[in-house]
T-cell receptor, first 112, second 113 residues
Framework: GEDVEQSLFLSVREGDSSVINCTYT??????LYWYKQEPGAGLQLLTY?????DMKQDQRLTVLLNKKDKHLSLRIADTQTGDSAIYFC????????????FGTGTKLQVIP | EAQVTQNPRYLITVTGKKLTVTCSQN?????MSWYRQDPGLGLRQIYY???????DKGDVPEGYKVSRKEKRNFPLILESPSPNQTSLYFC????????????FGSGTQLSVL
């Protein structure tokens, strides 16, 4: 079945860039997503990328997709303390949007 | 306000005592889903529903039931809860019109003693 992997923890200093990495196994994904989970809350979609794109930029967020290596990354420029959260990578694979598979989540800690 | 509402937020129960976690969305979404979140395992899909009276198993359906009698509601039923079902549960909904986006509830933290 589909598998999505992420490192569990990342710590950065406020103002630095954060890069969260993800690898996935299903090459038939149409969409790849990044969700953010703040403490005590549900997940919220941060951004997503179509599988035929290499890069997507949205304000401080840059998503890079290497389809050959099945590697997805999320870069947050000028990281702020409000960016502290758990970030989930996800892909919809061959099951369509109803079968989204999530990674384990990366907890981002921003040090003031 | 567009939202997915889950109740209760916190629930402590004992092994074998049937419980229901409710989920309701006000966005007329046809698709709804339940996930459980466990440390180090991310989110795993329990059941999903493509529309009224249409439900299907996700990756970890054992010990759970669902129903979809109305479009807005998708309750999760634990007929005989066990301690390994202690987890954080999320309901989510989506629509083909916005098929890139899942809307999540705030979560239900369940402890089974």
């Amino acid at each position: 079945g589909e598998d999505v992997e992420q490192s569990l923890f990342l710590s950065v200093r406020e103002g630095d860039s954060s890069v969260i990495n993800c690898t996935y196994t299903d090459s038939s994904s149409t969409y790849l997503y990044w969700y953010k989970q703040e403490p005590g809350a549900g997940l919220q979609l941060l951004t997503y990328i179509f599988s035929n794109m290499d890069m997507k930029q949205d304000q401080r967020l840059t998503v890079l997709l290497n389809k050959k290596d099945k590697h997805l990354s999320l870069r947050i420029a000028d990281t702020q303390t409000g960016d502290s959260a758990i970030y989930f990578c996800a892909e919809n694979g061959s099951g369509g949007y109803q079968k989204v598979t999530f990674g384990t989540g990366t907890k981002l800690q921003v040090i003031p | 306000e567009a939202q997915v509402t889950q109740n209760p937020r916190y629930l402590i129960t004992v092994t074998g005592k049937k419980l229901t976690v409710t989920c309701s969305q006000n966005m007329n979404h046809e698709y709804m889903s339940w996930y459980r979140q466990d440390p180090g395992l991310g989110l795993r899909q329990i059941y999903y529903s493509m529309n009224v009276e249409v439900t299907d198993k996700g990756d970890v359906p054992e010990g759970y039931k669902v129903s979809r009698k109305e479009k807005r509601n998708f309750p999760l039923i634990l007929e005989s809860p066990s301690p390994n079902q202690t987890s954080l549960y999320f309901c989510a909904s989506s629509s083909q019109a916005t098929n890139e986006k899942l809307f999540f509830g705030s979560g239900t933290q369940l402890s089974v003693l």
